[in-house]
């Protein structure tokens, strides 16, 4: 290893910052990202020095994942305590050459789902809206192929049959 990388996987250590092999954070990239996305994420864990291992572990600091449909979310979700975070942390952190904090990287709630209303009024589908969008999920006011989620008022119409039909998530407005 370069000097410069002892130095900086040094300076991580003294911070108390846990580092990953590159086996983990490989597998990791193998599942979770695709394409340059993988590329990208390999060469940004070289670069902090982190390590990746072959099977997901529960004994991580960190896990970093797209959004909440990246397989293996659930599992993220189960480890008590670990935080689960964007991409851009990573890329952060490995700009900064030290771990940079989690309050603004984690992945939210919502990210990645398309989120469309069915028989809502007005003020509750703005509202519902302006929470999809400040929680990283895209807002369709029609039913589209790309839509994850049908928000209803009630379990009936011809939209409510459709999502059903192409196997979406139909939930309550109740659910925001």
């Given amino acids: 290893m370069a000097g410069n990388q002892v ?3 040094k300076d991580l250590h003294a911070k108390a910052c846990r580092v990953l092999g590159p086996e983990y954070i490989f597998q990791c990239a193998r599942e979770w990202f695709f394409g340059y996305e993988k590329k990208e994420l390999e060469e940004l864990v070289t670069s902090v020095d982190g390590t990746l291992q072959e099977q997901a572990l529960s004994d991580v600091d960190v896990v970093v994942a797209k959004d909440v449909l990246a397989p293996k979310y659930d599992w993220a979700c189960r480890i008590v305590g670990k935080p689960l975070l964007m991409s851009s942390w ?3 952190c490995a700009r900064e050459h030290r771990q940079i904090s989690h309050d603004l990287q984690k992945v939210l709630p919502l990210a990645g789902l398309t989120i469309c209303p ?3 009024v007005f003020d509750n589908s703005y509202r519902i809206q302006r929470v999809a969008l400040r929680n990283q999920a895209a807002y369709n006011g ?4 790309e839509c994850s989620h049908l928000i209803v008022l009630l379990l009936e ?3 409510y049959q459709v999502a059903k039909d192409m196997g979406l998530m139909v939930v309550s407005q109740n659910w925001f």
Avoid: A, E, H, S
Wanted: zero cysteines.
């Fill in 90 to 92: 990573l890329r952060q």
């Fill in 118 to 120: 069915f028989g809502i």
């Fill in 142 to 145: 029609d039913l589209t192929k």
């Fill in 157 to 159: 119409g011809r939209k």
């Fill in 7 to 9: 130095d900086k996987t």
